[in-house]
């Protein structure tokens, strides 16, 4: 079906180029590679500049109300692009799309995109653009239903770095999360699909893999076949030739000490462990429905270092739950000073539309900047800190791209997920190099190139 109508229209992709902006986590980057495949497929070439651009997709995240609101405003500003060139296509997918408040908002009052569809239903985007063209008429397309999705093609960010996606959806509901309502139940891949595409990127060379998930820890737990996450994860480390393994996200209340030994026995698996914390404090925690308590949260952060001594811990943290108390929030700072995290990723508490938390009242926007403004206040002096550890070690890193500020500067990453800025040739992107570490702020590292 697809080839034939490709026949027809060959002609018209001919010289035509996408453009597309990802917003969200790394499974709406890696969906977005998908998507540019499949136009790459049909013909379209990349082009940087958007507003130049033929096909313009924005892939959407609805995990907090600022990714929504740039993405109606990004939006909006291509209504006159639209009016001057009608025959540009606009397409809207991903996490928004998937739910119904934020779809009918692009649908009703966006009459400038053509073309919207959900985040299982990018193996039809072909057939929706061939529709576009022969109807000249808007095309929605939105499945709930998950699609068996082994083995689909996509791009890559390089020629060296790959995701994998291990499984969609997530069942666990925590109070503030949209998750669970824009990508639907868990399900898990047969780990014989995934050893399958890990061994073949191996093959093509590819040197660092990353398995994605929700929740990679509750991997198999619903499926028909018997497979723990972490008997997949030794089964992928194992595949030869694999230099670098990571995975992401961990849900604490699922973290196994099985899981911790087998990172620990496996040389290739990167020794960097994200733990989403969200808050320290029990009351709010059971409020979240997060399932765990600060004493189980801190039994495993202390686990993993105990075994693990080398290990980097980073975090996920939401400032303001709408129950957080000062002595809540309090009790968040007494995790992060007692974990010593390496890196953290920070928000304020958005509400979402559908969650159990939406309808709780807000706390006032004043007092969470201020408790915002303290946890930075306490956490860049601890990754300054960790930082620093690295001064006078040579360390292992694979360089991944130019700088932005300096193109004479290349980053990359260490094993342990450091960034590193270095003095180095471009041709050495790709490479595994050795960096002996003369310097460093909160979140980067950086040295020379040791020959
Ligand atoms: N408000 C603020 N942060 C949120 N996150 C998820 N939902 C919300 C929300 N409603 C954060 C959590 C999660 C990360 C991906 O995004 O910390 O781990
Ligand atoms: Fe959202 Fe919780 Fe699922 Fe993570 S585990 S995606 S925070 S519901």
């Not at 990714?67 to 109606?72: F, H, P, Q, R, T």
Request: hydrophobic fraction near 30%; proline fraction near 3%; aromatic fraction near 10%.
């Amino acid at each position: 079906m697809v080839s034939k109508k490709l026949e027809k229209y060959k002609d018209y992709f001919k010289g035509k180029t996408y453009n597309i902006t990802t917003f969200g986590c790394q499974m709406n980057e890696h969906d977005s590679e998908r998507i540019s495949y499949i136009l790459e497929d049909l013909g379209y070439v990349y082009e940087e500049d958007r507003k130049k651009a033929d096909f313009i997709l924005f892939n959407t995240c609805l995990v907090r109300e600022n990714a929504e609101l740039k993405l109606y405003g990004q939006v909006s500003s291509l209504k006159k692009i639209k009016e001057s060139h009608p025959e540009k296509i606009i397409a809207v997918s991903g996490c928004m799309m998937q739910t119904e408040v934020a779809r009918q908002v692009i649908i009703d009052k966006h009459r400038e995109v053509d073309i919207i569809f959900g985040t299982k239903n990018i193996n039809s985007l072909s057939d929706l653009i061939f529709r576009y063209l022969e109807t000249g008429e808007r095309v929605v397309d939105i499945s709930t239903d998950n699609v068996k999705d082994d083995f689909v093609k996509y791009n890559t960010p390089n020629h060296f770095q790959a995701y994998v996606n291990i499984m969609t959806g997530c069942d666990n509901f925590c109070s503030y999360c949209i998750v669970p309502e824009s990508r639907g139940r868990e399900e898990s891949r047969r780990p014989s699909s995934i050893i399958e595409e890990v061994e073949y990127l191996v093959n093509q060379g590819y040197k660092e893999i990353t398995l994605l998930g929700q929740n990679v820890n509750s991997y198999g737990n619903k499926a028909d076949f018997n497979h723990t996450f972490p008997e997949l994860l030794e089964k992928v480390a194992q595949i030869p030739n694999l230099k670098r393994l990571r995975f992401t996200t961990s849900h604490p209340k699922d973290l196994s000490d099985e899981l911790i030994k087998v990172i620990k026995r496996n040389d290739n698996i990167c020794k960097y462990f994200h733990l989403p914390l969200q808050s320290g404090s029990d009351k709010v925690l059971k409020d979240m429905n997060r399932k765990y308590t600060q004493e189980k949260y801190l039994e495993r952060a202390r686990k993993l270092k105990e075994e693990i001594p080398e290990i980097a811990i980073s975090t996920d943290i939401i400032v303001g739950y709408p129950t957080e108390t000062e002595e809540d929030f309090e009790q968040t700072l007494k995790v992060c000073k007692e974990v010593g995290y390496d890196t953290a990723f920070t928000f304020k508490y958005s509400p979402r539309p559908k969650t159990r938390a939406a309808k709780l009242t807000p706390i006032d926007d004043d007092i969470v900047q201020a408790r915002f403004d303290k946890l930075l206040d306490l956490l860049y002096p601890i990754f300054n800190e960790k930082n620093q550890t690295y001064i006078g070690k040579t360390v292992e890193v694979l360089l991944e791209s130019e700088s932005k500020n300096n193109p004479e500067v290349l980053t990359g990453r260490t094993d342990d997920y450091k960034l590193v800025h270095v003095k180095a040739d471009k041709s050495l992107i790709g490479e595994f190099v050795k960096v002996k570490i003369t310097g460093n702020t909160s979140f980067t590292i950086s040295g020379d190139l040791v020959e």
